[in-house]
Structure formats: C-alpha cells, structure tokens
C-alpha cells in the first residue's frame, strides 16, 4: 500500500498530496458522527450539570451562577448515610455477581461447545422485558404474603413477622439480579478467548486441575474481571428502582436521593452537585481499582 | 536391547462414531527418535494425545517404562509435550514459562534457576529470560516451548507438528537443532508430522499411518526402499506403480505381469503373495535410467519398459521426466543433473530401466486419494 502512494508521488506530487491529506482525515470523519453525538448529549449535559451545581437561589426567585460551594458541602454532610450505604450495597452487589457470573460463564467457555451462544443468548433473555417491569414482579414474589412466603408462613414454616422486603438483602438481591448480565459479559469474552490448549500446557507441566485454573486461566482472565467489576460497580451504585421498589426508607440509596430531589423537592442546584460527587466518587474508586488489579504485573503476581 | 520406553498394546480411540485411533501396537525403545508420519486425521495426533495423556484410549492400555499409565492424568506422567501451536503462557515471560513445570513440583528455587538457565543455553536463549512471548519470532517461541518441556528431563518427549508454524529456512534449521538436542540430552522423542522429509531426516525410526492404523514402521531408509502398502509407496516419496498380476515366483525371483505386456521381475521375498494376485509393481523415480531408445536391451538384472517422453522439467540439480509408458501409465523419471550426456527430448522415444532389487511390489489399496507430489 505505502509503495503504491510512493510510486505515485513523482508521476503527480500535487494529486498525491490532496490523497495523503484526504487519507489523514478519515479517521476523524470516521469519528466525527459518534463524536458529535457525545458532545451534544454527554458533555453539554456536564457542562450544564457542574454550572447548575454551583448555582444558588430557588425554583421561585430563579436560579443564578453563584460559585455555591456550599451544594456540595451540604450535601455530602448530608447524605453521607446513603453516600456510603450505597457504595457497601453496590460493593456487595458486585462480588456477588462476580461470584454468580465467572463459573457460570467459565463452565460456558470451556465447556459450552457449539451450545456457547445458545446459552450466552439465555443470560440475556431477561433484558427483553422491561428492567422495571421484572424488578416489581420481584415485589410480588418476595412480597410478605407473597407467592413464595404466603404459602410457607400458612404451613408454619417460616414465622409470620418474616420479610424481605424493604431490608437491605431484598436490595442486594434485586440489584445483583439485574446487574448479572453487565457481570457475565464481559467475563465470558475474556475466558472464551483464553487458549484452550494452555490449560493442557499447565496440566502437561505437572499442574493439577485447580492449580491450571489458578495460574494460567485466572490470570488471563482478570482483565474481564477488571472490565465486569466496572460494568457493574459504577452503574449498581447510581441504581435506584431497586431501592425504591424492593427497599424501604433504610434501604434508600444515593440514587434515590438524586432522583427526590431533581423531581420532588425541585432543588436542582442539590440534586446537580450530588450528582457530581457521585460521579467523582466512582472515578476515584475505579482509578484505584485499576492500579490495584488492572496492571499487567498483578496478572504476573497472580500466576507464580 | 534398550529398554522400551513407551509401549501401546492394542490402543483404539473412538470419538463417538469415527475410529481415530484403530488398534494400534508399537514399541518405542529408550533413547529413540521416534516419528509418527501421516496425512492429517490419519490418527496420529491422537495417538500421540493419548500417550501424553489428554485423551483417554476407548480400549488397550498404554505403558511408560513398563508401568501402566492409561488411566493417568497428564500431570502424573512422566512425559512431557511440544504443542503445535506453542502454547506459551502469554502472561508469563520465557523464565516464568520455562520454570512453570519445576514449580508445580515444588522443586527448591535455586535448583530451579540452575535447570532453567541451563536449558535456556541448550536451546540457545540465553538473554531472552524477561521477554514476553509475544515479543519473540516464531522460531524463538519454538525454542521456547521445547525447554519449558526438556527442562522437566521427562522420559519421553511428545513433539506434536513442532515446526509446522515456521518457514521452510528456518524449519530446516531446526530440524538440525532438534537432533542436536535430542542426541545430547539423550530422550526418547515421539514425533508428530505429515511432512515425509521431516520425518526422513530426523528419525531413526517411524510409523506411516492412514485411517487409524499404522501401515509401515521401520527405519527410514527401510520404509523407503521397500515399501509394503501402496499408500506408504505414493505418501512417503513418489512412486510409478504399474499395475499387473504376479505370474510366477522361483528361484528368488518373481515375475510380473503388468497391464500393457511389460514383464517385470523383482527379489520374491519383495512379493510374498499367492501367483495370480494381483498387485502394483513400483520403482522410485530416482531409481530409473532413461535414455533415447536405440533399441539396444537393457543388461541382465534390469528391468525395463520403453515409452514416448511427454515432459521434461528443468530443476537445476535434477530433471524430472513424465514418460507415457505401455498401457498410458505416466511414469516420472528423475536423473541427476551430472552433465555428461545430452537430456532427451520431449517425443523422444526412450527406454527406462532399473534393478530388479529396486522394484517392489504391493497390493493395490482401495479409495487410495493422494496428492501429487511436487
């Protein structure tokens, strides 16, 4: 390709320089549409969303640019409680689903054979019905006299005062129901593209069956573990239907609070810069996640 | 006698409808390069799969130094294995992968250290400890996959296709560099390959198979010189088979009738069939004198066929000839290129003539498909 510009070069310079120029730009036309489209519908909104922080006044008297601090500092003060509440959910969420998620889809990779897509597939027939729609049948399932402890409390098997609804595991339970799939994704394509005749290198090489999986398919597939701990973690923590279906008002979570105070108190300045921090908090957690796991050096650590 | 290292007694393996392996003996003595030579899905990979312990034989029962390994998992035996596609631990740099084996065996640190150097230096890497596999050329990824398995000193050494990966230069290189090897850490080394030259050059042994079973094992030269079915005659080097029936079988000698008249005879114990078989009667291309036919007859202990010449190629060391011979047979003629009298030509009218000793004869295979040969 490179010699075939070349030799184009002395037979007409100036053709060539129109194609190299044109060459060089394609990438970013390329770019241009999807580039566009996160200016106008993710940064604008930043932008929009910092510069709303930092405004003072009320929905009556108008809302003006004021550098208000203050947004923020109250409102970490604040919502601290469910600051905190909703990284140790979204936390638990996480290694739960990472728990759920990583045998099932290894058993997929290394033993799904030509039945991989089809079970793959099942992990995302859920998302045909609506997120909302599946998280309230869960009301009615978990309900205390619902379909499954109605039943149980009139045998006597399970006392009356029994409930899961609106505690903390009815949550965590629903969030990791709904995240699952952000979870098995991303682990699925990092274990199916491990070689699968390295596991036969490592048992060759006097590894049992257990030590294979710790020092060769472990590693190879922790930047799936990286990649699905993100998936779910940020979003899990920003989640709020499950809280506001499945929990109570212990159970509410920063979310919840964003979502209140955009929609019912109609503070937006509050609302904004709780926002801000949520996302700032996640960006912090995430960079200090990767230092820790997503180095090339830890998958080096892990496997000797 | 040496020890006999591997021993497979009856092996078959069946993969659901297909037998892939099909009854299979085989005595590989300590200390020998031993090839497996076939076509692909002719079973020998599998073979070589089991005796490494990743499949598990339907039936028979396979021995590592007298003791019976078939139920065995890999990492239980004694054996250690070239994959084809290397299987490097892309994780791990060329120490890490070379010390992975004296790891898992719990070997002491520093004896680990002084094994892998020193395999690194027989493999000649010596410098590369902190490179990561994807940072190395094909043939050094090679040289790294062979000491992560040597450094272990298995018993048997299981080489599956290792040089299929690499160019044809430096597949010559390494041929030589595996004998090298091989000679000077003295291990039984099985190996896998469908190039019959490969095979040649480096075995002291091997075994052609075909549809799951072994059709030949001997030395090379052995199998070369005398082959015994018609598949080892077209895949282990070119033949011109004639087809004929055995007329007569006396005084050490038996006579040929091939279709189109030519008479053929050649040492009886090369045709231990019944009179009235029939068979293929072969010669090696480079067996065969050609010249221009002036109708003199070949001396005593020839045979000989006469023919019109169709194509002659110029190859630099050699020229290979089709001759179209009695009954339309093509039969490839190749002479050295020594100089000394002028090449026929194309529509020449020339007579072949070879040994009687170099002719053998099998019986004719059915379904046999073989590529030709360049």
């Not at chain 1, 129109?18 to 394609?26: K, L, Q």
């Not at chain 2, 094909?138 to 992560?148: C, K, T």
Request: proline share 6%.
């Amino acid at each position: 390709m490179a010699t075939g510009t070349e030799e184009r070069v002395s037979a007409a310079p100036a053709r060539r320089g129109a194609y190299a120029r044109h060459r060089r730009t394609v990438p970013y036309w390329l770019t241009a549409p999807a580039g566009l489209y996160l200016l106008v519908f993710l940064v604008l909104p930043m932008v929009i969303l910092v510069y709303t922080s930092l405004q003072s006044g009320g929905l009556f008297g108008g809302l003006r640019f004021s550098w208000a601090w203050e947004n923020y500092t109250d409102g970490i003060l604040q919502y601290k409680t469910q600051f905190l509440r909703s990284i140790v959910i979204s936390g638990i969420v996480t290694v739960a689903c990472l728990l759920l998620a990583y045998p099932m889809t290894y058993w997929i990779a290394f033993y799904g054979q030509r039945w991989k897509s089809s079970i793959l597939l099942l992990i995302l027939v859920p998302f045909f019905v609506s997120f909302v729609i599946r998280t309230v049948q869960w009301r009615f399932m978990l309900g205390d006299n619902g379909l499954i402890f109605g039943p149980l409390k009139s045998l006597g098997l399970l006392p009356q005062g029994f409930r899961v609804l609106a505690t903390p595991f009815a949550v965590v339970a629903g969030i990791t129901y709904n995240y699952l799939p952000f979870t098995a994704l991303p682990l699925y394509v990092a274990l199916e593209r491990i070689d699968k005749s390295l596991v036969e290198a490592a048992k060759d090489l006097y590894a049992s069956k257990w030590q294979a999986f710790r020092r060769v398919v472990w590693p190879l597939s922790l930047p799936g573990v990286f990649a699905a701990f993100l998936l779910t973690f940020v979003p899990a923590t920003g989640d709020y239907v499950n809280a506001a279906v499945l929990g109570g008002p212990g159970t509410r979570m920063i979310g919840n609070i964003i979502q209140e105070t955009f929609l019912h108190s109609v503070n937006y300045p509050l609302a904004a810069a709780l926002s801000v921090v949520l996302m700032v908090a996640m960006l912090i957690l995430a960079s200090i996640y990767a230092r820790v796991l997503g180095t090339e050096d830890e998958t080096l650590t892990a496997a000797i | 006698m040496p020890e006999v290292d591997v021993r497979l007694d009856r092996v078959t393996k069946d993969f659901g409808e297909t037998v892939a392996v099909d009854d299979v003996s085989l005595d590989i003595p300590e200390g020998e390069f031993f090839s497996l030579l076939g076509p692909s899905g002719c079973g020998k990979t599998t073979t070589l799969r089991m005796i490494g312990g990743f499949e598990e034989p339907t039936r028979g029962t396979i021995y590592l130094k007298g003791r019976d390994v078939t139920d065995l998992p890999p990492y239980k035996r004694d054996v250690n294995t070239v994959f084809q596609s290397y299987a490097l631990f892309p994780h791990l740099n060329v120490y890490e992968n070379i010390a992975f084996g004296l790891r898992r065996r719990k070997v002491p640190k520093d004896e680990i250290d002084q094994r892998v150097k020193e395999v690194m230096k027989l493999v000649d890497l010596v410098g590369f400890e902190k490179r990561r596999p994807s940072q190395m050329s094909g043939g050094q990824q090679q040289r790294v996959a062979l000491a992560r398995a040597l450094v272990n000193r298995p018993k048997v050494l299981l080489l599956d296709e290792p040089l299929g990966a690499l160019d044809l230069k430096l597949r010559k290189q390494m041929q030589l560099e595996l004998k090298r090897i091989q000679s000077e850490v003295g291990i039984t080394f099985i190996y896998v390959t469908h190039d019959q030259e490969e095979a040649m050059t480096m075995s002291d042994r091997l075994a052609v198979m075909r549809a799951g079973k072994i059709e030949q094992i001997g030395p090379p030269e052995e199998v070369y010189e005398n082959p015994q079915t018609e598949f080892v005659a077209s895949f282990l080097g070119a033949s011109n088979l004639l087809e004929g029936e055995l007329k007569e079988s006396a005084n050490g000698v038996a006579t040929v009738l091939a279709i189109g008249g030519t008479v053929v005879h050649l040492p009886a114990e090369r045709a231990p069939f019944r009179v009235g078989t029939r068979v293929k009667v072969g010669v090696r291309p480079e067996k065969v004198h050609i010249a221009v036919d002036d109708g003199t007859e070949p001396p005593p202990g020839f045979n000989s066929v006469t023919g019109i010449l169709r194509m002659s190629t110029y190859i630099g060391v050699s020229h290979q000839y089709k001759v179209e011979g009695p009954g339309g047979h093509t039969l490839t003629v190749w002479v050295q290129n020594l100089g000394d009298t002028p090449p026929p030509h194309p529509g020449d009218r020339v007579r072949l003539a070879w040994r009687w000793e170099h002719t053998f004869a099998v019986l004719p295979q059915e379904g046999l498909v073989l590529e030709e040969e360049e």
